[in-house]
Structure formats: C-alpha cells, structure tokens
C-alpha cells in the first residue's frame, strides 16, 4: 500500500469506526468491540507510515482546493509522525480504561461518549498530518467542539460551566487570535506551508514578527500557556477517561504541537533567533511553568493538581520552542511524547482511586496504597517519569531541554528546569508517601476497597512499563526528531 | 424557443402560477403548484447562470421593444447569482412547507398563503433581473405587498403589528426609492439602468443627481434592514410563520443588497459612489455599529427566532462592509457573504421551524431538554450556529475570510480585528440555546402546543439538513460559490468604472 493511502486511512479509520460506533447504540459489547479494533487497526496503519519517515520521506496528498490557492494538504514529517504515533498507541490503552472506568461508573450516553472520543482522535490525526496552517486550524477546531461533549459529559450544571470556559478560551483563542495571525500571514506571504526554514523571511520584520507570534502563542488555547490556562483545570470535572484525552492524548498536545509546527515550519528557528522577537516568550513560558507547579502545590484535589502540573509540563515544550535551539526544540518535541506517558498513567491512577474508593481529595487517600498497592506503584513510575527521573522517558527531555538551554546561552533557564522538577517532586511524591506510608483514618471510610476492576488496572499498568521502555528506546525517538532541529542534533 | 426566453420564464413562472392557486383555492394543488414552479424556477435560474458564465450577459426585450424603450431584463454574473441563490432557497423551503404551513396557518388561509409565497418569489426574482429602474420598483412592491400578507399569517396577533409596522416602513422605502428614480429621470431622461450609468457619468457635480443617490441609498438600506433602519425586522421575523421567517430571511434582505450593489456600482459606478460621494466612510460606521448592536442585542433574547432576527442584522452588517470597502476584494466578501448567509440562515430557521412544529414555541425557557428529544433537527441547529460563528470547514468561515482578507489587503487591520471580535459575541448567542438544548431537563408535561412526539417529520429534515450539507460542502469546495463572486465582482467593478 503507498504511503498516501495510508495517510487517507490514517484519518478514514476513526471516522467510519465513529459511525460505526454510532450504529452500535444499545449494543454495549458491540461498541466497545468496535472502538478496539478501530483503535488497533489505527495504530497498525500509523506503524506503517513509520519506516518512511524514518527513512527522510516526507509523503504528500493534496484533497481538495479549499480556498484559490489554498488546499486542504496533508504531509507527514517527524514531528507529526510522532504525534500520530501517540494518538494512536495511547487510544488503545485509553479505550481499554474507558471500558473498565465508564461501566464500573456506570454512565450515562456512552455510546455519544465512544464516537466522540473516535472523532476527536480523528481530529488529532488531522492535525498531526497537516500539510498547511489552514489544514491544521481546521482540525484544531474540530478537536474542540468534538470534545465539547466529552467534557460536558455528565451534563451537570458545574459540567456546563467548565464546559463554556473551555469552549468560550478555546474556540474564543482560536478565533480572535489565530485566525487572525493565519489571515496575516496568508495576506502577507500568500503561503500557509510548513516549510523549514519558516516562511515569512523577507516578508515580515521588527516588531511585527514579535506581535505575529504574540497572535500565534496565544491563539494556540490548546498550549494552556498561562494566562490563558484555565479552561484545563475547570475540564477536570469530565470522565477520568477524557482527562486523559484532554491531558495527555489528543487535546493538549495538539496545542504544543502546534507551538512547535509554527515556530520551526511557519517562523523557523533561525529566522526567530535573529530576529530577537522571541524573547519574551522564553519568560512567559518560564513563568508559567513555575506559576503553574507553584499552584498545583495548593491543590488538594487529585485531578486539579494534576490538571496544574501539566500546565506547567506544556510550557516546558514551549518553553523548548522558545529557546530555539536545535537541541531544545527537539527536547521540547520529545517531551509531548515523555510527558503523555507519565501523565496518562498517573490520571488513569487518580481515575482507579476514584473508581474503587470515591475518594477524590488528596487528604483522605492516606493508606491507600496498601489496599490498592498496583495502583499506586504505577503512580510512583509515572510522577518520577513527570518528575524526570531516570530511568524513565522523562529524563531525556529534559536532559535534551536543558541542554539546549544551556546552547541558548540562556542559563538562567537551566535554574528554572530545575527548580521547576523539585516542585515537581514536591507535589507529587507526597501523595504516594501519604498512600503507603500514613495509616488510614479510622473513619475515612477506607474499609473493603479493592483495586479498580481489570480494565482500569492493567492500561496503568501497561503506560506505566511504557515510561520505562521510553527511557531504554529514547534514542529512536531523538533519531526521528533530529531533521526538526535543523542542525547536527 | 424555451432558451431565448428564460429570463422572461423565470419571472413568468411564479407570477402566473400565482392565480392558478387562487383559482383552485384547494391547499392540496397549491401546494402542488408552488412546488413544482419553484422547482422549475430553480432549473431555469441554473440554466441562466450556466448560460451568463459560458458566454457572457444576457439582454432580454420584453415585447421586442428595444431599450431604452422598452423594458430590459438584463443577467450578468451578478444577478445569475442572486436569482441562483433565491430560487434555490425558494425550493427548498417550498419542499418544506407543507407540514408546516398546516400548522401555522388556519385552513381556509393556506391556498393563500402559497399563493401569496409565489408573488413574493416572482417579486424577488424581478427585482433582481430586471435592467429597468422603475421596474425595480414595481417588483419591490409585488414582494413587498404579497411578504406583508405572509408575516400577517403568523398565528400570533402580533404578527399583525409587526406586518403593519413593515408594512409603514416598507412603503417609506419604497416612496424614497421613487422619488430618488423620478429626480434620475427628470435629469436623465431615462429608466434603463445601463443608459442611466452612461448618462449619469458627465454628471457628477449635478445637485439634483446627489439628491437622488441618497433618496435611492436610504430607500434601499431600509429595504435591506441596514442599521439603524432595520428595526421592522425582528418582530416581522419573530411573529411570521416558521417557512415565512426562512425564506425571507434567506432572499428578501439579500435582494435588497443586491439592489444597493446594483445603483452604487453600476448606476453610479465605484468612482461617483465611492471617490465622489464618499460612501465607503458612510456606509462603513453603520455597518460595524449593526455587526456589533445585532449581535449584542441578539444575546439578550429569549425568543430564538427573534434572536436570529438580530442576528441577522448583523449579519447585513458583514455583507455592507464588505461593499463598503470598495475595493474588488471587498464587494467579492460581500457577495460571498449573501450566497453564505442565505445557506446559513435558511438553514437555521428551518430547524426552528422543526422545533415550532413539535414544541409550538420557540422560546429559549421552552427548549429544555429538546436536544435529546429531536436530535437532528438540534444537530442541524448546532451545525447552522457554527456555521454562523465560522468555524472552519463552514461557509461561514469562507465569508470571514475573505472579508478580512479585504481589510487586510487595505491596510485596515482594525477592521479585521472588530470583524474576529464581533464573531465571538456569536459563540455566545449560539451557545446560550445549545446549553438550555443540551442541558436542562425538559419540563414535566411539555409546553403548551407541545404534540409530545419525538423528532421533526422527514419532509421537513431532509431540507433542513439539505441546507446544512450545503453549509458544509461550500465551506470546503468554494469553487462555485467563490468563482462565482470574483467574477460578479470585477463584472461590478469594472463595468461602472
């Protein structure tokens, strides 16, 4: 099969499972049989893209002609072939939980719940594979709306005032803010391609290209730079299963993604760097990332502190980005893959406490290790993943980070990284420290759980070995993203 | 014989099937009638274009009488387009009616009310291809008088306020169009449009000329509901029966526009109207106060049709603005933004009829919970509300785009950036219905006309949602509709210059 059609049933798969999935409503075991074999078939055809990129082939279709001059493109490069490959490979694990979490929860809608969730992998493959600004904006928008209805999922009144933050920041970003830039750049350049090298040398200069990144930065919601944060932590009320979406599959690291597209393909490195423009978005990022561990510190709520501390974890990518190294960017990149592992594992515990205790404050889940000791082992690997500790994946994003802050010639960044991963330590290790070590409270209620049922188990169990194997295989993943850095890695 | 004479069937058709519905005065054949001419009125409108696009403008003599003479029908890129876009809602709309009409209109009304639909359709269709100015006038008033009776039909009684207040405003615009064409005459000699834009040329200075223009503008920007002017509009579009708020929400403003297009730019042409005249920073002001008054007022409302009234305003708004910055890129956005907003809305209020015929109310309060009950017509609502805030991958989109792409390409970045802000106050109206649709429980035993069934009868989907893929498949494929407006536009431009 040619690569093309591949990329074309890359994007086809999820969408017919989607309709399927829809066809399947009352049907629990059929749907959920479904989802899987969408989710493997998906992953199989990513994994055959795979070789070719790896090989320096950079495969293209062009659909249809949008606008005059403007097709609706796709191209796979590193960047986006690595996002496509966390996609997918994580829509399995996630689905296998979603089963376990959502009957154990019994929830309603579940069948809008699965084609929702098909969609927005759609979405996310989208824009993994975008060959153009315009493709890529337009699959960013489908990924918000298609999570609209994750998010709001329980339909209570809380839900739906989480679910009008995260709409109104994202798509109000997306619009006011990006759209602008897009149009500004298409009027100015008459090219939204992703070129390395950047497009816009000779076409904008001084100040403006520190306003059109501004534009970009903050039309990109997804990247949860602060301030414009807060539509993630008020998602934590969704399914534990769509914080994982939101967090560490498809939501998020679109936005980072996305960063990282714009700065290397749209800007170039080289092109920021000289120009001097970028600057304040290496403080921005630093501050935000700080800010955000600082303030996930004071979040008693399992999932709020989480919530922050990937705040936090974004603006390392963009931080990456903003140094503008070859080594950073591609730190930065390997980071979204480093960070998705560890995050998801630690949400797929926070989701299992749930399940099998109810318990979702921090404060009371003294001594639960001992009852549910699987659980919170698998915790432990991914916050020291998050953390940076080897030997899990996280330490070579940041090893590569601090590196290229170190090339920057920035040191002061160095400090801040840090820092930022003895906060890190500080507001994760307690909670395991708490589970295993602090006896429960004789009335918290702690008596008869058990460990989540096997569907919840095993997904945290299996991301959580897969942090391990990031640390062994990292040199694979450096491999792919060296081109991105656009020097000798 | 049939080819040589579309431009006379097109308006023939509808304005001879008109009394054969009062002939039969049975509801079953008008309804009959009305749909198989809008259908042929469709293909006749296609043919037209197809024709005008393959090999150039039409010119028609009514009675053999030449022009000046005689009267004109002239079809040129510009108004193919409108007559395409009219005649196409006109039949998709008709395709709808049927349940709805019964259920809106007393029994011994409706034969009137198709025949009432079809003059306004021929009314349309005139305005919109004649050559003639005074002709122009005679249409208005056919649409104008047979739409008063339509929002007159509305169950409520205070559709008859809202018909008699359009009723006093229509008239004032139509008298000021009169009397600006009559000051043309008197100066010109003629009634023909293209003879009136070579004669007005030497002109330019002439006070009596001036006087006209704006007797003409103001006459028409109340037609169209341009801000401040449109306050007839909501209650008509709020009291009318559900099939009467969609068509005329999708064509009759829009013709209104055209007609604006027409006399600045060909008429006049773009160097009287907007080098001499200045009309650009005129119409400019008014067009953004009505993105931004439309808008936030349509926040604020509780009935929904209403609030898509106001929405439209607004959106009159965009399509003035893009007029308004007289550059070619700027008259194709507005052009663009007709065809769109035509799609968008029609679209929109025919889910609110589906609504309307289940529910009997179309109140926000009313609308909890109707999300899970009729999940395609509320679907169809959803994709139409993104449609209108422009999400990529909608027609709305392809109108934003272009609009501040003509902004930009003048240099008025601040244009484009009240353009982007202004779309943002949509999320919040369209949103405001999504979650009382989505996310409140329906009230214990219905409203009060509630029928209790479930979703819409497929005769009334399948346009709904026909509008809706329409939405979507022009937000991606833009060859036709785009195509077409570039080349109305440079027709507009160049042609007056």
Redesign the interface.
């Known amino acids: 099969m040619s690569v093309s059609t591949l990329m074309l049933l890359a994007l086809a798969v999820p969408m017919v499972g989607a309709v399927l999935i829809l066809m399947s409503a009352g049907r629990p075991n059929q749907r959920e049989c479904v989802t899987l074999v969408t989710a493997v078939t998906l992953f199989v055809v990513v994994l055959q893209m795979l070789p070719v990129v790896y090989a320096g082939g950079r495969p293209e279709v062009t659909l ?5 001059g403007l097709a ?1 493109h796709l191209q796979l490069e590193p960047l986006g072939m690595m996002f496509a490959c966390v996609a997918s490979s994580l829509w399995i694990v996630n689905s296998i939980y979603s089963i376990g979490y959502m009957r154990a929860k019994k929830e309603a809608n579940q069948t809008r719940f699965y084609a929702c969730f098909a969609i927005a992998i759609f979405s996310a493959l989208g824009v993994a594979m975008a060959g153009n600004m ?1 493709t890529l ?2 699959f960013y ?2 990924l918000t ?1 298609s999570t609209y209805p994750l998010v ?1 999922h329980s ?1 209570t009144q809380e ?2 005032r989480s ?2 933050t995260y ?2 920041i994202l ?2 970003t997306s ?2 803010f990006q ?2 830039a897009i ?2 750049t ?2 100015e350049v008459g090219s939204l391609d992703f070129r390395m090298g950047g497009i816009l040398a000779g076409k904008f200069e001084g100040p403006a290209i520190g306003l059109l990144l501004f534009l970009y930065m903050y039309g990109i919601g997804k990247a949860a730079l602060m301030p414009i944060h807060r539509w993630l932590p008020a998602a934590m009320v969704a399914p534990t299963p769509v914080s994982a979406l939101l967090h560490a599959v498809a939501v998020v690291k679109a936005g980072v993604f996305t960063v990282l597209k714009v700065i290397v393909y749209i800007f170039g490195t080289d092109f920021l760097r000289e120009s001097g423009y970028a600057d304040w978005l290496m403080y921005v990022a630093g501050a935000s990332l700080l800010l955000a561990s600082l303030i996930a510190m004071t979040k008693d709520n399992l999932k709020a502190r989480l919530a922050y501390s990937t705040v936090s974890q974004l603006a390392y990518v963009v931080l990456g980005a903003a140094l503008l190294t070859p080594m950073s960017v591609v730190g930065g990149a390997m980071h979204i893959t480093m960070h998705a592992f560890g995050k998801i594992t630690l949400f797929f515990c926070a989701g299992a406490i749930y399940v099998a205790s109810g318990k979702t404050q921090i404060s009371d889940m003294d001594g639960i290790g001992r009852v549910m000791p699987v659980t919170l082992v698998a915790f432990l690997v991914g916050s020291l993943s998050v953390i940076g500790l080897p030997p899990l994946g996280g330490s070579w994003s940041k090893y590569f980070l601090a590196l290229g802050a170190v090339d920057s010639g920035h040191i002061v960044f160095v400090a801040v990284f840090m820092i930022s991963s003895l906060l890190n330590i500080a507001y994760l290790l307690p909670i395991v420290a708490r589970g295993f070590f602090v006896p429960a409270k004789p009335d918290s209620g702690s008596a008869g759980i058990r460990e989540a049922p096997i569907f919840c188990v095993v997904p945290l169990c299996l991301t959580a070995f897969g942090c391990l194997l990031l640390f062994v295989f990292a040199d694979k993943l450096f491999a792919l993203l060296t081109p991105i850095g656009g020097g000798p890695g | 014989m049939i080819l040589a004479n579309l431009p006379a069937l097109q308006i023939v058709l509808p304005l001879l099937a008109a009394p054969l519905c009062v002939l039969f005065r049975r509801e079953a054949i008008s309804y009959a009638i009305s749909l198989v001419t809008s259908w042929l009125s469709l293909a006749v409108a296609i043919a037209l274009l197809q024709s005008v696009l393959a090999s150039g403008p039409i010119s028609y003599h009514f009675g053999g009488w030449a022009p000046p003479w005689g009267i004109e029908y002239r079809v040129d890129e510009v108004n193919a387009f409108v007559l395409l876009i009219v005649t196409a809602i006109g039949a998709v709309v008709i395709s709808y009616a049927a349940p709805s009409v019964a259920k809106e209109v007393a029994q011994p009304r409706r034969y009137l009310f198709y025949t009432s639909y079809l003059l306004c359709l021929a009314g349309l269709l005139g305005v919109t291809i004649t050559g003639d100015a005074f002709n122009v006038f005679v249409f208005l008033e056919i649409s104008s008088l047979s739409s008063y009776i339509l929002i007159s039909l509305g169950q409520d009684r205070r559709a008859l306020t809202a018909a008699y207040r359009y009723l006093i405003f229509g008239t004032i615009g139509a008298t000021f169009y009169l009397i600006g064409v009559g000051l043309l005459y008197q100066v010109t000699g003629t009634l023909n449009i293209a003879d009136l834009a070579q004669r007005i040329d030497p002109l330019i200075g002439n006070r009596t000329v001036r006087v006209a223009f704006v007797f003409v503008v103001v006459g028409v920007a109340m037609k169209a509901a341009l801000f401040p002017l449109h306050i007839w509009l909501p209650s008509a579009y709020a009291y009318a029966p559900s099939v009467v708020t969609a068509f005329l929400a999708a064509t009759a403003t829009k013709v209104s526009i055209y007609v604006l297009l027409r006399i600045f730019l060909t008429v006049f042409g773009p160097e009287f109207a907007f080098d001499a005249y200045q009309l650009g920073y005129i119409l400019m002001p008014f067009a953004i106060a009505a993105m931004f008054v439309g808008s936030a007022v349509a926040i604020f409302q509780l009935d929904i049709k209403r609030m898509l009234a106001y929405s439209s305003v607004a959106q009159i708004g965009y399509m003035v603005l893009g007029i308004s910055l007289a550059t070619s890129l700027g008259v194709t956005a507005g052009i663009l933004h007709l065809f769109n907003h035509a799609l968008i809305k029609g679209a929109l209020f025919l889910a609110m009829g589906c609504v309307f015929y289940r529910i009997g109310s179309v109140q926000l309060a009313d609308l909890a919970g109707i999300g899970k009950r009729m999940p395609w017509t509320m679907g169809a609502f959803v994709a139409g509300g ?1 449609s209108l ?5 909608t027609v709305g989109f ?1 109108s ?2 272009y609009l ?2 003509a902004a ?2 003048k240099g008025w ?1 601040w244009i ?2 009240l353009i ?2 202004s ?2 106050l949509a ?1 919040i109206y369209v ?1 405001r219905v999504v ?1 009382v649709a ?2 409140k429980e329906a009230p214990e035993g219905g409203v009060k006309d509630d029928d209790g069934k479930g979703e819409a009868p497929l005769v009334m989907l399948v346009p709904t949602w026909a509008l809706i893929v329409a939405n979507v498949y022009f937000g ?4 036709v509709s ?1 195509g077409t407006a570039l080349q109305a536009a440079q027709s507009l431009m160049g042609a007056g210059g």
């Open positions: 249809f002609t949008m606008l005059p609706i315009m904006f337009l928008e489908i709306i709001t339909g839900a739906v679910g009008r709409l109104g798509l109000g619009i006011l759209l602008g149009l500004w298409w009027a | 993104l805030i422009g999400v990529p991958g392809i934003k785009w501040i792409l930009l390409e970045w484009a950036v982007l802000l779309s943002l999320i949103w979650e989505y996310f991606l494929d833009t060859r785009v």
